[in-house]
C-alpha cells in the first residue's frame, strides 16, 4: 500500500517548454487535489476532482491544466511554463466527506529557469 | 486576503515543556478544522482535527481547542519532543459546491524542539 505517489520527484525546465506531473493513489479515494507551496507560504490549491472524469479549478488554476482519466490518477500539466512555476507541488487525495483528511504525496520540486 | 492565518513563522521549545500553536480564521463557513505537520522534503502529515460542534479534542499527547466565538484554534503538544521540530500547517475545510470540501491553510509555522 503505497498511498499517494509523485512522478518526478525534482524536474529543470526551461521556460517555455511543457512537462506533465503524475499522481497516483492506491487507497480508492474519490477526491484528489494538486496544490502548490511556495516559500514562506502555505499550501494553495491549483485544480481538483471530485471524481473520475471530473475536475475544478482552485484558488490559483491559471497556467495549469489537469486531467482525471483514472479514478486513481490525477495528472497536472504545464503546457509553457514559465518562471512564477518554480514551486514544489503536493498531490493530496482523500474519501468524500466534510471529513476531510487528505492524505498528501511526497511533492515534486519544480524549478523554471 | 489570508483566511486561515498563522501569525507565528517560528516558535523554540525546551524538550519536555508544552508546545502551543495558534491559529485565526475569518471565514465563518470553516466548519472542520485540521492540523498536519510537515517535515523536510516530504509531504503534509495529518496530525488531528475537530469538529466546528466541538472545542476540544485530544489524542496522545496532542490537544487541539476551538474557540468559535474568537474563530480561534490552538494545537498544544505536551510534553514536546525533539521528533516534534517540524513545520505545522492550520487547515480549514468548507463546502465549495459540486459535493467538494476544500482546505484552506495557513503559512505555517515552524517548531523548533531543543533538546
Known amino acids: 500500500n503505497a498511498g499517494v505517489t509523485q512522478t518526478p520527484k525534482f524536474r529543470v525546465l526551461k521556460t517555455g517548454q511543457s512537462m506533465t506531473l503524475l499522481c497516483a493513489q492506491d487507497m480508492n479515494h474519490e477526491y484528489m487535489y494538486w496544490y502548490r507551496q511556495d516559500p514562506g507560504m502555505g499550501l494553495r490549491l491549483i485544480h481538483y476532482s471530485v471524481g473520475e472524469g471530473t475536475t475544478a479549478k482552485g484558488e490559483v488554476p491559471d497556467g495549469y491544466n489537469v486531467s482525471r482519466l483514472k479514478k486513481q490518477n490525477f495528472l497536472l500539466g504545464l503546457e509553457s511554463a514559465a518562471p512564477s512555476q518554480t514551486s514544489v507541488y503536493f498531490c493530496a487525495s482523500t474519501r468524500s466527506g466534510i471529513y476531510n483528511e487528505q492524505f498528501f504525496g511526497p511533492g515534486t520540486r519544480l524549478t523554471v529557469l | 486576503d489570508q483566511q486561515v492565518k498563522q501569525n507565528s513563522p517560528s516558535l523554540s521549545v525546551q524538550e519536555g515543556r508544552i508546545s502551543i500553536l495558534n491559529c485565526d480564521y475569518t471565514n465563518s463557513m470553516f466548519d472542520y478544522f485540521l492540523w498536519y505537520k510537515k517535515y523536510p522534503a516530504e509531504g503534509p502529515t495529518f496530525l488531528i482535527s475537530?469538529?466546528?460542534?466541538?472545542d476540544k479534542n485530544e489524542d496522545g499527547r496532542f490537544t487541539v481547542f476551538l474557540n468559535k466565538s474568537a474563530k480561534h484554534l490552538s494545537l498544544h503538544i505536551v510534553p514536546s519532543q525533539p521528533g516534534d521540530s517540524a513545520v505545522y500547517f492550520c487547515a480549514a475545510s468548507a463546502y465549495s459546491g459540486a459535493g467538494s470540501y476544500q482546505l484552506t491553510f495557513g503559512k505555517g509555522t515552524k517548531l523548533s524542539v531543543i533538546p
Open positions: 475537530i469538529s466546528s460542534i466541538k
